[in-house]
Structures are given as C-alpha cells and as structure tokens.
C-alpha cells in the first residue's frame, strides 16, 4: 500500500545532476569556441542561465529567445565577439549527452515504481531533456515526461499542472506527490494546484515560512517513508 498513487517528480537537480550537466557542456562548448573556461566563468553563465529560467517562470521571456539570450548576455559580459547563436546551438547539443544521476535517485525511483505512477514534470528544453533522461536506467520506470513546450505552459503555473492532470489517467489530486527542488516552480506550483509538495533541498537552505511545504527530505530515500506504508 502507498499513501500516494501518483508521483510528479521535477527532472533537473532532482532526478538527474544537472549542476554537473550544465557544467560540463559549458566546458565542452568554450573549447569549442576557443575560449579556455575557469571557475569564474562557469559560475557567471550558470548564474545567468538560471535568471534567465527564473524569467521564464515568471513569463517575462519567451523558452526560444532564452535558448540565446543567456549566451548574448554571458558573451556581454566579457566582451567576447561570438556567433552567440552556434554556442547556443553547440551548447545544447553538449548538454543532450550529459545524463548523470543524482545520489539515490535510481533505487528511490524502483522501489516507488512496484507501488506508484511515476512522471517527470520539467520546463526544459525538449529536445534536451528526452535525450537525457532516455540514456538512463530511470526511463522504462516512467510512464510519461511531460515537458512544458508540449504542455502549452511553463511551471509554476495553474494551466502547467491541469494539463498534467488531464493527461494522467484518473488523475486524483489528493492522491498524488510533486517531488523537486525548486521553491519557485515545482513546490510553488503544487501549491497553487492543491497538490502536496516533496521539497527535495539537500543543502540544507532554510524552509521558507510562508510556504505550507508537505514535506522537506535531504536525501531521496527519505521520500520512501512518506510514500509507503
């Protein structure tokens, strides 16, 4: 028996290290551009990349403009004259071949799926995100991956989780968990929705007190014990 029938688990730093991911495809993509990358570098584009994601939530940009924009603006910042649309473009190739595990993720994930529906909720790209989570043992646990180009909205938003619900089959709201790690799409929109929240926050940052969070876990297992009875 489980307390939840339906898990919605967020896909980037949740399931899969996309940290390491993103890290990763930005060395790949300034050797490419001859550009030899330090940690100062790699701090600024990932801080400019989620910005620009956080934007996207908030439905100040567009998902195709952000696919360059981050570039424009990480080029900008160090006064490199790049064709900013072929890093964009090189990047996100690299970033498809990048599937890493986050710690615990595979075995939380088995043991859910002899009792649970399980479906990756995400607002990445795609072409990225298919590619990625298809090269790992997680895929044939999932029923389905519903990625916010196809959805018609981005998370947090209302209209992102009732298509969600509309296309799980007898979807019950009060039987069903969001597991991730954003504060700002994933338990922010279950909230919105009525839908309990799993924040997956394994640094340990503080909860927040004006969020009616369901649960806080450190480490995925720690997901087992509030699903299963």
Same mark, same amino acid.
């Given at each position: ?5 339906? =898990?919605?688990?967020?896909?980037? *730093? ?7 991911? !993103? ?12 550009? /030899? ?6 701090? &600024? ?8 994601? &956080?934007? %996207?939530? +908030? ?7 952000? +696919?360059?924009?981050?570039?424009? !603006?990480?080029? +900008? ?28 993720? %595979?075995?939380?994930?088995?043991? @859910?799926?002899?009792?649970? +529906? ?9 072409? /990225?995100? !298919? ?11 999932? @029923? ?13 938003? &209302? ?6 619900? *509309? ?19 994933? =338990?922010?929109?279950? =909230? ?16 927040? !007190? *004006? ?5 806080? /876990? ?12």
């Amino acid at each position: 028996m489980s307390r939840y029938t339906t =898990i919605l688990f967020d896909a980037d *730093n949740t399931l899969l290290d996309f940290t390491r991911s !993103e890290r990763d495809a930005l060395i790949d993509t300034l050797h490419l551009m001859g550009i /030899v990358p330090d940690e100062e570098m790699i701090a &600024k584009y990932s801080a400019i990349n989620d910005a620009m994601w &956080k934007k %996207l939530e +908030r439905g100040e940009i567009e998902k195709a403009a952000l +696919r360059v924009a981050r570039f424009e !603006e990480f080029a +900008r910042c160090y006064g490199w004259q790049l064709d900013v649309c072929k890093m964009a473009s090189s990047y996100t190739d690299f970033l498809s071949q990048k599937a890493y595990l986050m710690d615990g993720a %595979l075995e939380t994930c088995r043991r @859910l799926a002899v009792h649970c +529906r399980l479906y990756v909720i995400t607002n990445g790209l795609k072409f /990225v995100q !298919e590619r990625r989570f298809s090269a790992t043992p997680l895929a044939p646990l999932f @029923l389905d991956a519903f990625i916010s180009e196809e959805m018609g909205a981005e998370k947090p938003h &209302k209209a992102y989780f009732d298509e969600v619900a *509309n296309r799980i089959p007898s979807f019950l709201p009060e039987k069903t968990l969001i597991v991730g790690d954003s504060l700002s799409s994933d =338990i922010r929109g279950g =909230i919105n929705v009525g839908i309990d929240t799993c924040w997956f926050n394994p640094k340990g940052s503080a909860v927040p !007190e *004006n969020m009616p969070i369901t649960y806080v /876990v450190q480490r995925l297992e720690e997901i087992l014990p509030l699903v299963l009875d």
